[in-house]
């Protein structure tokens, strides 16, 4: 895709539907609430350790600071999209 690009309505259905359709279920049996200051971002932790993810990528970083102490890294969307080597 070409820079500054916009993705149609079908195509982000067309996106939506190959993650949905490519999703591992997973349950998620432990919780160590409250491990993050904003209750509502713990499922989002939750669901990073149990994905093993290495990073959460978000315009919210400093709500996800204990993130680190389960070796996941925060970072915004364009430090990410540079890290991964889709933007200079």
């Given at each position: ?49 149990e994905s ?9 970083a ?27």
């Amino acid at each position: 895709m070409c820079a500054g690009a916009t993705l149609k309505l079908s195509d982000i259905d067309d996106i939506l539907d190959f993650l949905c359709a490519s999703a591992n279920l997973r349950p998620i049996f432990f919780l160590w609430r409250p491990a993050l200051p904003d209750q509502k971002d713990n499922m989002v932790l939750e669901l990073a350790v149990e994905s093993r993810a290495d990073f959460i990528v978000t315009f919210n970083a400093k709500d996800f600071a204990g993130a680190v102490q389960f070796g996941i890294g925060v970072t915004d969307p364009g430090s990410f999209l540079a890290t991964i080597g889709e933007k200079p």
